[in-house]
């Protein structure tokens, strides 16, 4: 399949995480879970280490890659932005904030910019509805935030 | 057992019997979808997904999927009440609105299960009218994904990883955009797919047919400067007639030469002189290696594996590459008739092998890949031109205006249509090895064999083993149809766990009576069991029911082959396998 891209270091990483979790064809969502965080996303080629670790198809670990909006096949950004959709924030305004962002990053939800600075994706409620609508910045919250204001918000990062 | 009451019916089951059975125990058809049960290899499928056999069950609020509900103590069900039709005309109102309805020109129509459904529940307009979900189609060399068509049902998804093993098929993407797919959505002849076409065998739609050759051959069979022969696979003489209303298990085998003859071959041959052949060559190769591994010889590798079905080939090349010394070299049937007929015949007839287009009919899809596999050509002139399936053959006789029920009986044509009973049963579970045994019992011991029926091989079981006695000399046989099964065998050999000598394989459930091009059985297994008897029937009337004794099989090497496993015979009727296990590069 697609060659081996990643790195030797993080093949063997992929391969303890599997192992921690013994293997276990069932753990398979555990093991993607902490893949991701390791890898930032689930390339295919990371899919088929996994898939003959935990003695599974890759098809099957395809699909659950692919059920899941958590898990992206897509590296995030360097500044990865999340937009809250929940319902606070949404009622708030949250989609034209979310609008600005995509007409400024020239970007879809899910998509990383072309020079890998900024990703963007959606999330429901981080918990912090007294300040909706909110925005995240990598680990940075944003409250309260208006159309206007993402260019602000951008220009931190550039 | 327990009581219960369906539609007033009071009946008592077993427990665990689900609301299906019982019902249908008592003559309550209801009607299902997804559902698949395999009853004569305990295989089921019931994700409850598609929600078509809902049916009420007194004090549960919602209606329940009677092929995964199971009966209690006093359950009083109620399978078409005014609630039950609703809904259930409902769900299937759903799955039409994001399904195509170009029935008219779709390969599956007149076999389609939702189609079926559609009728038999009177739908005559679609209320829900909306967005439909598209996805690009994918043709490999055997086998189409029409998945606009797919209804999610996940029966050949069962099939290739539960049964199967292969693991190539999976539901992939969430809500809407689901769908069964191979890994990162790649088409088929990327993936490790095997075509064997057990996911075409058991899709209730058209979202997995056959690539269908039906046109090649019409018009090969137009060209005037074009010798077209035939030839017909052993499964396929015991369950074409079904495509023409006969009972399952009818032997069609001198319908089918007069209605090839009318169809303008100008030979028509049976693969199962080919099968002989292979017999000569693949048991000549199993008694060199016995004899030689009973005389000391640490380097022969056993057990030997048989070759005939390309299913399988594909299987180990894909997933056990390191054993691809293991199987026999033999070449299937089907090649070595095609290796055969354009030398051998060819230069018989006087003509170029260009000019001489080889037609064989399959109950099979890899055969499709198989004769278009590089190995198997000369000058990009294939040895087999075109696999057609036994329902693509039905197809072809009745564009023919063909009566196919009133034809009279005709044989084949010499020399390639004669073949005896051993090749016959080559077409179920257990046959090719029995013809192997049949042959290398009479060589190994100089002795004539009294009693040719070795019925310890036979039966439907996923795994069988057997002691076959050649005069003293225990030889012990393994048997396994489905891949599934095959792969447990293999793993046995890899782990150094087997003992056996030798055994057979093949991919598909009940063997070529059950593959992937053969008339749908809509998960009647006993239609399996029918063709299965019919082979043997058919082996018993045959005069001669040894390979070797084949005469034109013993002419063939007198002219032109010399000895099984001569050189020419290498290069003919033997082949080698190729490590598939890196497939090839995704495109992103």
Same mark, same amino acid.
């Given at each position: 399949m697609a060659n081996i891209k990643i790195n030797e270091q993080k093949v063997q990483q992929i391969e303890a995480i599997c192992k921690k979790f013994n293997n276990e064809k069932g753990e398979l969502i555990n093991v993607l879970h902490q893949t991701q965080s390791l890898v930032g996303y689930l390339p295919a080629e990371v899919q088929e280490i996994i898939a003959k670790n935990l003695n599974c198809s890759v098809a099957h670990v395809y699909g659950v890659v692919t059920f899941y909006s958590f898990f992206t096949m897509i590296p995030k950004g360097e500044f990865p932005i999340s937009i809250c959709m929940g319902t606070a924030c949404y009622v708030r305004g949250a989609e034209k904030v979310l609008d600005e962002f995509k007409r400024i990053l020239n970007v879809p939800v899910g998509q990383t910019t072309p020079d890998g600075k900024f990703s963007l994706s959606c999330l429901r409620c981080v918990g912090a509805c007294g300040l909706a609508p909110v925005v995240m910045v990598g680990e940075k919250v944003y409250g309260r935030v208006s159309p206007d204001g993402v260019k602000d918000i951008i220009k931190e990062y550039k | 057992m327990i009581n219960i009451k369906i539609d007033n019916k009071e009946i008592k089951v077993a427990p665990g019997t689900t609301v299906l059975d019982a019902a249908k125990s008592v003559g309550i058809k209801i009607p299902t979808l997804c559902y698949l049960h395999l009853h004569d290899f305990d295989i089921t499928n019931k994700p409850a997904g598609c929600r078509i056999c809902v049916v009420e069950v007194k004090g549960r609020r919602n209606l329940a999927p009677a092929c995964a509900t199971d009966c209690f103590e006093g359950m009083e069900v109620n399978?078409?009440?005014? !609630?039950?039709?609703? +809904?259930?005309?409902?769900?299937?109102?759903?799955?039409?609105? /994001? $399904?195509? #309805?170009?029935?008219?020109?779709?390969?599956?129509?007149?076999?389609?299960?939702?189609?079926?459904?559609?009728?038999?529940?009177?739908?005559?307009?679609?209320?829900?009218?909306?967005?439909?979900?598209?996805?690009?189609?994918?043709?490999?060399?055997?086998?189409?994904?029409?998945?606009?068509?797919?209804?999610?049902?996940?029966?050949?998804?069962?099939?290739?990883?539960?049964?199967?093993?292969?693991?190539?098929?999976?539901?992939?993407? !969430?809500?809407?955009? +689901?769908?069964?797919?191979?890994?990162?959505?790649?088409?088929? /002849? $990327?993936? #490790?797919?095997?075509?064997?076409?057990?996911?075409?065998?058991v899709c209730p739609t058209g979202a997995l047919t056959e690539v269908d050759h039906t046109n090649q051959v019409i018009r090969a069979l137009a060209d005037p400067s074009k010798t077209v022969i035939v030839q017909t696979a052993p499964a396929v003489r015991v369950a074409l007639g079904e495509e023409f209303g006969m009972d399952a298990g009818s032997i069609v085998t001198g319908k089918m030469v007069t209605a090839l003859r009318q169809l303008g071959f100008d030979y028509v041959f049976d693969t199962d002189f080919a099968a002989d052949l292979t017999i000569l060559e693949e048991g000549t190769e199993l008694l060199d290696r016995i004899t030689r591994h009973l005389k000391g010889d640490k380097t022969v590798k056993l057990p030997i594996l048989t070759s005939c079905c390309p299913g399988w080939v594909n299987f180990f090349e894909h997933q056990f590459p390191e054993m691809n010394d293991i199987p026999s070299t033999a070449r299937s049937p089907q090649q070595m008739f095609g290796a055969i007929a354009k030398t051998y015949f060819a230069e018989k007839l006087g003509i170029k092998r260009e000019n001489l287009v080889v037609v064989s009919i399959m109950p099979c899809l890899a055969k499709k890949y198989e004769c278009q596999r590089d190995e198997f050509e000369t000058n990009g002139n294939p040895d087999v031109d075109f696999a057609v399936s036994t329902r693509e053959l039905a197809h072809l006789i009745k564009q023919a205006n063909i009566d196919f029920n009133i034809l009279p009986d005709e044989d084949f044509d010499r020399p390639m249509g004669e073949s005896t009973g051993a090749a016959v049963i080559f077409g179920t579970t257990g046959g090719v090895i029995e013809a192997a045994a049949r042959t290398a019992y009479e060589i190994f011991t100089g002795k004539n064999l009294e009693k040719v029926d070795f019925k310890q091989l036979r039966g439907m079981e996923w795994i069988r083993h057997a002691e076959v006695d050649f005069d003293g000399t225990p030889i012990r046989i393994g048997i396994a149809h489905g891949l599934g099964n095959a792969r447990k065998l293999l793993q046995d050999i890899k782990d150094g766990k087997s003992d056996f000598h030798a055994i057979e394989i093949m991919a598909c459930p009940g063997g070529c009576i059950g593959g992937g091009g053969q008339p749908l059985h809509h998960g009647d297994t006993s239609i399996l069991m029918s063709r299965q008897k019919a082979l043997y029937t058919e082996d018993t009337h045959k005069t001669l029911r040894k390979s070797h004794e084949n005469p034109y099989i013993q002419q063939l090497y007198a002219d032109f082959l010399g000895k099984p496993m001569s050189e020419k015979a290498h290069h003919l009727l033997h082949t080698h396998y190729f490590d598939k296990s890196k497939p090839a590069e995704i495109s992103e």
């Open positions: - | 399978t078409h009440n005014i !609630r039950v039709l609703n +809904s259930r005309k409902t769900v299937l109102e759903l799955i039409l609105s /994001d $399904h195509p #309805t170009d029935c008219l020109i779709c390969p599956k129509s007149g076999s389609c299960e939702l189609q079926t459904l559609a009728q038999d529940m009177g739908i005559r307009q679609i209320e829900y009218q909306g967005e439909q979900s598209h996805y690009k189609e994918d043709t490999s060399p055997a086998i189409i994904r029409d998945v606009d068509k797919c209804i999610m049902c996940r029966r050949c998804e069962m099939m290739c990883n539960d049964v199967q093993t292969v693991g190539v098929l999976s539901a992939v993407n !969430r809500g809407f955009m +689901s769908v069964v797919a191979p890994a990162f959505e790649m088409n088929l /002849d $990327h993936s #490790t797919c095997t075509y064997c076409g057990q996911c075409v065998a």
